[in-house]
């Protein structure tokens, strides 16, 4: 069967066909790159994936991390994947050539990582996470505090995590409990407990350094009141080098579904009255230093989800071709040779709707890279606003939608396969198992539904919705052939029905039928992320009918694919929003009058 | 937390209210039963599931039986499981006095399965599939046969399969090569492989009886030649006593994602040429005998589904009447106390979308289960023959429908717990992997679509839907409230769109527009589906509305959730379907045109 991670059209497709990710070599940053060094990089990615992170994909699920009370012990093969991910530098792959970095764009180390979460997501979680916490260091934290940590973890000697959530407030940060008092030192002495820690502990590297939210002594309630600090597993000593153990204990690891190869740890800080955190920018800033970089580890988590469910995708088509089962009308007597069963029709329905979801997550996850890339390195100021309001605006969707319908991909991708798809011989239910932190981690979905009903959609006078609405439409501008013309006459439909909510909505965000409309936030977010998704299909299916008119006949089923899976998108998906639309309008109250009582 | 398998008012409320199961005492059959009987075997299967069988769930599930290379050996919690059912009488639950049975009704007896399977499904395998295989036999195998299994099997002294899919032919039975050759004694020697054997190998009975699909030698080609076979893992000597080893053998364990406690086997028959098999009625007839049956098995797979599903809303229920997080407008100030998470309004949508599937898909099995009843103890001939018409249409729904659902249902559940849904700590995860086989056994839920679109809904000249439509609208008509009346009238629009399809769904079958059609089967169950789940909740919320006018106070609050769940179902689940309807009358070909090399 295939063995590739990723078909090797789709990623050449998504980043130089549809994004046009040359024409970031224009700018300044980029320009010494060019489509060889990017493609150079993806390659070498492949590689490593191929090679050091696929091979212990099912090895480490069915092995996982075992604390013996002192130490956490994983298979050695998950160490030397990291460390080749982090001789090939792309730890760094973001940062300045001075720094020791590849000064690469957002967008193409976001298609590198597909690549590694495609092969195995749990090991790719160690670097993910440490790149995630060095951003923030590197954004945030003081010159001391970024000169001792971050050439560390941007060369895999030390790792981070982010220490967020606490045993009785995961999606309500403004409980947290852990608390940090000023010491004589300048430094501070933090109390409290984390839990659900990814990679909080572990021997892959010489220390771990964890960002951890708490709340200084007298500050104020709620989300104003935390801080964000630096709290590393080994404190350094005068010359730099890894010193003392600081006060932070593994109080267990938590046995997860799947996901199995990344430690999800229960941390204790300062159990013993000396655990030493380093403040990280001003007092009572913490939560605003998580979620400006909040976009971008959603971003991950969403382009995670995508390729956890194109690997099942890809399995379940590569399983599809070779299966032989049943006959096709007309030959269906007993004597016609069985038929591979992609040639069922409710195969190639199974198998393509997880290509329309999981190409279309791809593709929704690297247009919001490029998002990235644009609020950095676009010129104008403008720009680079505009650039920040409509990733602001996407960003619930980014997570929220990739993660609904990878789990979903990965459904089915086990229908197909049908009995072996549910034994753990086959790799597909590793995928659903692995594929199902996604909707729970980075702030739930529900979390996300209500972000944008409540706060994104409004955010800065609908400054994001404008943008986004004349990008969509200058893309439905470039449609020219019959096909691509049906599809965006249709999600126009859906666009203005959306238009036509909005004023109600936003009355009733201020009214008595607010429980009503929070009870129904998955509706709108349905509404939006499907016509979201439509224009992010009907993008790409643009560029396959414009390229099929001059293509080499060899590449014509590839477009043709494309413009098939977003025929299937909007005619398929698009449609069922037209119950919540309904349910919106009526500002139904199923849900919201539903009492605790009655259940 | 709340530790009851099953809402104490639940089942007499399907049963008493809904389905009227009392009427049953009239016929002859059942005359000796009155109310108590029939509470005393439920209340029975109610401590016996929750003494015995919920104890190990997690238990089994984390240490799944092992095959030593001569033995397979599990945690002795089972067996004790096991024996427990037994001699409390439930394999004979359904059986003559006479026979050594409780002559007791289906619907019932599908009710005491309702709490095994809540409890631990792996378990409850293991009599549930003996009591299928020994039905099997009673109603199509020689009176010697009879004699010589059947006893056995109702006392559990014996356990019983189903072994039809074979490596290659999983969903096309009729590409099995399992042969029978007769021999000189009369009987036959079989030699094939069989996968996927649930409860193929164990130590918990003395003998192990396999009913086997095979060809006899020159046997015509196709389903038309199919034969079935006792073969029992011990011969029985001349006494009738367990004699010497047949030719069966364990070729090895199949290693599931979830259900692990049922043992699922790959089994090898006639490698040394002398596997004994004795054939059950006439020969050819073999898939006809299986599928007699089969109703009734589809109906446990679905009961199955619904009460997995139920376990993981009951436990999201409890957890979220239990767990604090974030606050409510407008109490919603960092000093307010955080809210108990069943408050937030997308926590209630998604329990009311649980209760909504769980409890809709127990009362349609429940129904479906008397409609078994019927079948065999409606006075008339005409009567019993339309309830099988009826039964038969219902059967895919049946089947497909929980499972689905079943398999939703949990995965809201997990949301519901957030990170601790996601972890081994907590049974839902379980719930989730053990509920996702249901959607591929007993024929995969493509398989019931297809089923549905072009055998059952045409069957005898369309008599099943027919008679369907007479029942809701005999339903329908019992509506009085100003609730059901409004579910009512929304779902009767969609009768009307659905019977407006027919004609050209029965001439697409016939025509070029045959693929079309095919790929897209699962929209027309849909339809269906949502149609007959809106009925379902219709008589539920109909007896709700009456009983409300007239019950105790205490008992409102149960009637008040039933009725909301009937408006959810109807608000918004069925109109989901408006898609399927354009679908089908649009005869969309998104995924009929899909080409294998486009993917």
Redesign the interface.
């Given at each position: 069967m295939n063995d590739e991670l990723i078909h090797p059209k789709e990623l050449p497709f998504q980043l130089y066909e549809v994004l046009d990710t040359e024409s970031l070599i224009q700018r300044e940053r980029f320009s010494e790159h060019n489509r060889e060094t990017f493609d150079a990089i993806l390659e070498t990615a492949n590689k490593i994936a191929t090679q050091k992170f696929a091979t212990h994909n099912a090895i480490a699920d069915a092995d996982e991390p075992k604390f013996d009370g002192k130490n956490v012990h994983m298979i050695p093969q998950v160490k030397e994947a990291f460390d080749a991910y982090n001789e090939a530098g792309f730890m760094a792959g973001r940062y300045d050539f001075d720094e020791g970095g590849m000064q690469l764009p957002e967008t193409i180390m976001m298609a590198t990582s597909g690549y590694f979460m495609a092969a195995n997501p749990s090991t790719a979680g160690y670097p993910f996470l440490t790149v995630a916490a060095a951003n923030v260091i590197g954004n945030f934290a003081s010159e001391e505090l970024k000169q001792q940590f971050m050439p560390r973890m941007l060369s895999g000697e030390f790792t981070g995590t982010m220490a967020l959530?606490e045993p009785?407030?995961?999606?309500?940060l403004?409980?947290i409990r852990t608390t940090a008092i000023k010491n004589e030192d300048g430094n501070y002495r933090l109390k409290g407990s984390k839990?659900?820690i990814s990679a909080g502990e572990h021997q892959l590297s010489n220390n771990i350094v964890h960002l951890v939210l708490a709340k200084i002594q007298g500050a104020p309630?709620?989300?104003k009141g935390i801080s964000l600090f630096v709290v590393p597993k080994y404190r350094l000593d005068e010359t730099g080098e890894v010193g003392q153990r600081n006060d932070v204990a593994l109080a267990g690891l938590?046995?997860?579904?799947?996901y199995r190869g990344t430690t999800?740890t229960a941390l204790s800080f300062g159990e013993n009255g000396d655990c030493h955190g380093y403040l990280i920018g001003e007092p009572h800033q913490g939560l605003k230093y998580m979620f400006l970089m909040m976009n971008e580890a959603r971003i991950g988590v969403g382009f995670g989800a995508a390729m956890i469910g194109y690997r099942g995708y890809q399995y379940s088509?590569a399983y599809a071709?070779d299966r032989?089962?049943?006959?096709?009308?007309p030959n269906n007597?007993?004597?016609d040779p069985?038929t591979?069963i992609?040639?069922?029709?409710?195969?190639?329905?199974?198998?393509?709707a997880q290509?329309a979801y999981v190409e279309g997550a791809m593709s929704l996850c690297l247009y919001a890279s490029r998002l990235v890339d644009d609020t950095k390195t676009r010129e104008s100021a403008e720009e680079r606003r505009m650039s920040e309001e409509l990733l602001d605006l996407l960003t619930p969707v980014v997570k929220a939608w990739p993660s609904e319908f990878g789990?979903k991909a990965n459904?089915l991708a086990?229908?197909v396969l049908?009995?072996a798809?549910?034994?753990?011989?086959y790799p597909v239910?590793q995928c659903?198992?692995d594929n199902?932190?996604n909707?729970?981690?980075e702030g739930?979905?529900?979390i996300q539904?209500?972000d944008l009903l409540t706060r994104k959609l409004w955010q800065a006078n609908g400054a994001g919705l404008e943008i986004l609405q004349k990008r969509i439409l200058a893309d439905f501008s470039q449609a020219s052939g019959p096909e691509c013309l049906a599809l965006v006459n249709k999600t126009q439909g859906y666009m203005v029905k959306m238009q036509a909510l909005l004023p109600s909505l936003g009355v009733a965000l201020r009214s008595e039928k607010?429980?009503?409309l929070?009870?129904?936030?998955?509706c709108f977010m349905n509404v939006f992320s499907s016509i979201v998704m439509s224009w992010i299909w009907i993008r790409q299916a643009n560029v396959a009918e414009k390229a099929l008119a001059q293509c080499e006949p060899a590449d014509k089923?590839?477009y043709?694919?494309k413009i098939?899976a977003a025929?299937?998108y909007v005619?398929?998906e698009l449609?069922?929003v037209?119950?919540d639309i309904?349910?919106l309008e009526s500002s139904?109250d199923?849900?919201?009058?539903?009492?605790?009582?009655?259940?």
């Amino acid at each position: 069967m295939n063995d590739e991670l990723i078909h090797p059209k789709e990623l050449p497709f998504q980043l130089y066909e549809v994004l046009d990710t040359e024409s970031l070599i224009q700018r300044e940053r980029f320009s010494e790159h060019n489509r060889e060094t990017f493609d150079a990089i993806l390659e070498t990615a492949n590689k490593i994936a191929t090679q050091k992170f696929a091979t212990h994909n099912a090895i480490a699920d069915a092995d996982e991390p075992k604390f013996d009370g002192k130490n956490v012990h994983m298979i050695p093969q998950v160490k030397e994947a990291f460390d080749a991910y982090n001789e090939a530098g792309f730890m760094a792959g973001r940062y300045d050539f001075d720094e020791g970095g590849m000064q690469l764009p957002e967008t193409i180390m976001m298609a590198t990582s597909g690549y590694f979460m495609a092969a195995n997501p749990s090991t790719a979680g160690y670097p993910f996470l440490t790149v995630a916490a060095a951003n923030v260091i590197g954004n945030f934290a003081s010159e001391e505090l970024k000169q001792q940590f971050m050439p560390r973890m941007l060369s895999g000697e030390f790792t981070g995590t982010m220490a967020l959530t606490e045993p009785h407030a995961g999606s309500s940060l403004a409980d947290i409990r852990t608390t940090a008092i000023k010491n004589e030192d300048g430094n501070y002495r933090l109390k409290g407990s984390k839990l659900y820690i990814s990679a909080g502990e572990h021997q892959l590297s010489n220390n771990i350094v964890h960002l951890v939210l708490a709340k200084i002594q007298g500050a104020p309630a709620g989300v104003k009141g935390i801080s964000l600090f630096v709290v590393p597993k080994y404190r350094l000593d005068e010359t730099g080098e890894v010193g003392q153990r600081n006060d932070v204990a593994l109080a267990g690891l938590i046995h997860k579904m799947g996901y199995r190869g990344t430690t999800s740890t229960a941390l204790s800080f300062g159990e013993n009255g000396d655990c030493h955190g380093y403040l990280i920018g001003e007092p009572h800033q913490g939560l605003k230093y998580m979620f400006l970089m909040m976009n971008e580890a959603r971003i991950g988590v969403g382009f995670g989800a995508a390729m956890i469910g194109y690997r099942g995708y890809q399995y379940s088509l590569a399983y599809a071709k070779d299966r032989t089962q049943g006959r096709i009308p007309p030959n269906n007597s007993p004597a016609d040779p069985a038929t591979e069963i992609i040639n069922h029709g409710d195969v190639k329905r199974m198998l393509l709707a997880q290509k329309a979801y999981v190409e279309g997550a791809m593709s929704l996850c690297l247009y919001a890279s490029r998002l990235v890339d644009d609020t950095k390195t676009r010129e104008s100021a403008e720009e680079r606003r505009m650039s920040e309001e409509l990733l602001d605006l996407l960003t619930p969707v980014v997570k929220a939608w990739p993660s609904e319908f990878g789990v979903k991909a990965n459904d089915l991708a086990i229908q197909v396969l049908g009995g072996a798809g549910y034994t753990r011989e086959y790799p597909v239910e590793q995928c659903w198992r692995d594929n199902r932190l996604n909707p729970i981690h980075e702030g739930t979905n529900g979390i996300q539904a209500l972000d944008l009903l409540t706060r994104k959609l409004w955010q800065a006078n609908g400054a994001g919705l404008e943008i986004l609405q004349k990008r969509i439409l200058a893309d439905f501008s470039q449609a020219s052939g019959p096909e691509c013309l049906a599809l965006v006459n249709k999600t126009q439909g859906y666009m203005v029905k959306m238009q036509a909510l909005l004023p109600s909505l936003g009355v009733a965000l201020r009214s008595e039928k607010l429980p009503n409309l929070l009870a129904n936030a998955q509706c709108f977010m349905n509404v939006f992320s499907s016509i979201v998704m439509s224009w992010i299909w009907i993008r790409q299916a643009n560029v396959a009918e414009k390229a099929l008119a001059q293509c080499e006949p060899a590449d014509k089923p590839y477009y043709l694919g494309k413009i098939q899976a977003a025929k299937y998108y909007v005619n398929w998906e698009l449609p069922l929003v037209n119950r919540d639309i309904s349910l919106l309008e009526s500002s139904d109250d199923s849900c919201s009058d539903m009492q605790p009582e009655w259940f």
